[in-house]
């Protein structure tokens, strides 16, 4: 397209050239044009007034015609007009001695009236040959003005393609899964000679980030087969039937590339649930959905292609596209693990010099929760961090600090804060790792800060969890609701005030006590009931009267038992912190003075200090 526009542009300049040149011999022209107010009887005139200095007589081929050119003493204009009888005219000029100067009569412009054109009509020639070449390019191809239909899908060859399972890292039961997916691709008789389908479709669902589209294009880099991907958006146009042309112009490309595998990115743009739109069950998205569907469930047994898509949305896919013979096997792509989390990491620093401080181990500790694409984007921040300070390798500090980028915000140190806030800063703070070092299911402290960040936190305490918990358990539960009220507590022992520091802490508390009422039957006077709320999106037009599962009574009492919850721990936590007040007040003068703590300073407090665990709160 740039090469046209730059082919379209120098068309007009070299055309406006040619019009200035042509503008030019015409005005030349001009100036000797025949002046009609102006004869021979003026020309008698003005010689005998003796205004006339001189006079050139440019008689044409054809005798006795031509043309002439008067000049005047006075500085007047030349005047110049067409005579029948140049001959007569030199005698006259010769008879009362007036200068005059016989010239041939200019010729022909060769350039204007040959030259200019035939280029003109060369150049014309060559823009309509152009233009013509480009929409034929554009009918083979995919053109947005006469190709609507055509699939948008982009195809990359085993030459392009050359991530591998090498590259993820982390998922080594997903790799597993889709072993069977690369064989067949290799090898497709060592199924069919014993009987076997292979699956036509394979689904990843999954969180954000953690490496849907990575496993899809490793899997046809490890098979060497062509990979066509597409989003679930490109389908869908304004223009009616354009998705289901797409489709069927998608799977056709797909047939003659054989083996292959198509994958379809957010496929949850094209495939959600039908009969769910204000329109009825006829609109443009449906019939594209429709159509997806016809063209899976119409593949020949292993024809070899494959179909793999990704979402992260799998709850509002229409079931038709989930049944066995279309999306056959579906593969949760889960947040990595501890040890997945470090595999990752190293991954991500192939090619980014460490130094020997750098801890993989702890950063895996620290990202609890993380997916690949966080995980690389927090080395990529370390990275950045390094080069701003001019260093061609990464300290675990940067880890740190774009750790804290990443997840809290960036750290604002010039902001000023009065003596005042940053000591009841220090104390909520406290309180908060006193909880965290004191119980037993939620420690230990990595790091406490009383530095004000981007995200409107006046401090922050980081815990560094050795293990990742693959479901809570009630004292697990109750443990982190003590701890988000840990500042609260701590505000009120010593200030004997509260501030609204506190608010989100209350609400991820109030959260987590009506989960264990409400979802996980945590609750002896509830009982082990599900009175959750199904919070996901209402369909319009499906379920547009989304009603409670309990009653107004049960409601009241769901409230009253979630008070309860907040009221014990609230009450637990105190004691505990009123029995490490001495830590209290010392690690808040320490954070006053330091700004920020480590995990070695802070545990050097409760040196002499015997650690209770009976921390049960009885609900």
């Known amino acids: 397209m740039n090469r046209s526009k730059n082919f379209n542009s120098i068309f007009v300049f070299v055309i406006i050239l040619l019009f200035a040149v042509v503008l030019l011999e ?55 007009f067409n005579s029948t009888d140049v001959a007569a005219i030199e005698s006259y000029l010769n008879e009362n001695h007036v200068m005059a100067e016989v010239k041939d009569v200019p010729a022909d412009n060769v350039l204007i009236n040959g030259i200019v054109p035939i280029v003109a009509i060369i150049i014309v020639m060559v823009f309509l040959m152009t233009l013509f070449s480009n929409a034929q390019n554009n009918n083979a191809g995919n053109s947005k003005m006469m190709n609507f239909g055509k699939s948008r899908a982009k195809m990359s060859t085993k030459e392009d393609n050359k ?21 067949f691709l290799k090898d497709p008789e060592k199924f069919t000679k014993v009987g076997a389908r292979i699956p036509k479709g394979v689904l990843l669902e999954g969180a954000p980030g953690t ?41 056709a490309e797909a047939k003659k590339n054989s083996p292959c595998i198509v994958f379809i990115d957010e496929i949850d743009a094209v495939a959600r649930r039908r009969g769910t739109g204000m329109g009825g069950g006829h609109d443009e998205r449906e019939q594209t959905l429709n159509q997806m569907l016809v063209e899976m469930d119409g593949f020949g047994v292993n024809e070899g292609i494959i179909v793999m898509a990704a979402t992260n949305r799998v709850d509002i896919l229409d079931p038709a596209i989930l049944r066995p013979g279309r999306f056959d096997r579906k593969i949760t792509v889960s947040r990595p693990d501890i040890g997945g989390r470090e595999d990752i990491l190293k991954v991500h620093a192939r090619n980014k010099p460490l130094a020997e401080d750098v801890d993989m181990k702890q950063v895996a500790q620290t990202t609890a929760g993380f997916t690949g694409a966080d995980l690389e ?15 061609a390798f990464i300290k675990q500090d940067d880890i740190n600090k774009a750790f804290v980028q990443v997840g809290i915000g960036t750290e604002k140190h010039s902001r000023i804060i009065s003596d005042k806030e940053k000591k009841i800063t220090a ?39 050795e293990n990742d918990d693959m479901f809570l358990t009630k004292s697990k539960m109750l443990q982190d609701i003590m701890v988000s009220l840990g500042g609260r507590i701590a505000e009120e022992i010593v200030f004997g005030d509260i501030t609204t520091g506190a608010s989100s802490d209350i609400r991820k508390a109030t959260q987590e006590a009506r989960s264990m009422v409400t979802k996980y039957g945590m609750s002896d006077s509830i009982g082990v009931v599900n009175y959750d709320d199904n919070e996901e999106d209402v369909f319009i037009g499906y379920d547009i009267s989304h ?16 008070r309860t ?37 802070f545990e050097a407090l409760f040196e002499g200090h015997e650690i209770t665990t009976d921390v049960a709160v009885d609900i």
């Open 26 to 80: 015409y005005g030349r022209g001009l100036i000797s044009t025949n002046n009609v107010t102006y004869t021979r009887t003026s020309l008698e005139m003005d010689v005998a007034a003796g205004r006339v200095r001189y006079v050139v007589i440019m008689p044409n081929a054809e005798t006795p015609t031509g043309a002439v050119k008067v000049s005047f003493n006075d500085g007047s204009d030349d005047v110049t």
């Open 163 to 183: 991530v591998t399972l090498n590259d993820v890292a982390g998922l080594k039961e997903e790799k597993e899964q889709l072993s069977e997916i690369i064989e």
């Open 547 to 562: 009603s409670k599962k309990h009653s107004e009574l049960m409601a009241g009492e769901i409230d009253k038992e979630v």
């Open 211 to 251: 490496g849907k589209t990575l496993l899809a294009r490793a899997v046809a880099g490890e098979a060497g087969v062509p990979f066509f991907t597409i989003s679930g958006s490109d389908f869908v146009e304004m223009f009616v039937g354009v998705g289901a042309s797409r489709v069927r112009d998608l799977f």
């Open 427 to 465: 104390y909520h703070e406290t309180g908060h790792a006193i909880l965290f070092h004191v119980l037993p299911e939620v420690g230990p402290v990595h790091t406490i800060s009383i530095i004000p960040t981007g995200l409107g936190a006046a401090g922050y305490t980081m815990p560094l969890p």
């Open 377 to 391: 984007n927090l080395l990529n921040e370390s990275a950045i961090n390094a080069a701003m300070e001019d260093r």
């Open 565 to 601: 919850i907040i009221e014990k721990c609230y009450t637990k936590a105190k004691e505990i912190i009123l029995q490490y007040e001495d830590i209290l007040h010392s690690c808040s003068a320490l954070l006053i003075e330091k700004e920020k703590i480590g995990r070695e300073e």
